[in-house]
Nanobody, 124 residues
Framework: QVQLVESGGGLVQAGGSLRLSCAAS????????MGWFRQAPGKERAIVAG????????YYADSVKGRFAISRDNAKNTVYLQMNTLKPEDTAVYYC?????????????????WGQGTQVTVSS
């Protein structure tokens, strides 16, 4: 069992940056691949970025490539999402999720554990 708590969301102007954190409690955090998903109003939840158990493999949605960076610190049981050059279309609730497995996948159905989400609002 893993409990996930996101933090770091907020209101930022377009072009600004935010860093989201997801702290995990429970055992064997390093045994989980992690993903960051987001859901904008009226849209389905979709993956933004993912990272494998060791941090060696990463995935990014096309819409955030070159602007966002996912990382993890297994010693601190934490995964991060550094978001730069934010755009109004990045406005959403951001969720972190954990799945049993070596690498992150894009399907939310493959993630067993979810945080409550943190709101990110980007003003134009």
């Amino acid at each position: 069992q893993v409990q996930l708590v996101e933090s770091g969301g907020g209101l930022v102007q377009a072009g600004g940056s935010l860093r989201l954190s997801c702290a995990a409690s429970g055992r064997f955090f390093s045994g989980y691949a992690m993903g960051w998903f987001r859901q904008a109003p009226g849209k389905e939840r979709a993956i933004v970025a993912g990272i494998g158990r060791s941090g060696a493999s990463t995935y990014y949605a096309d819409s955030v490539k070159g602007r966002f960076a996912i990382s993890r610190d297994n010693a601190k049981n934490t995964v991060y999402l550094q978001m730069n050059t934010l755009k109004p279309e990045d406005t959403a609730v951001y969720y972190c999720a954990a799945r049993h497995g070596l690498v992150a996948t894009t399907s939310e159905s493959e993630y067993a554990y979810w945080g409550q989400g943190t709101q990110v609002t980007v003003s134009s």
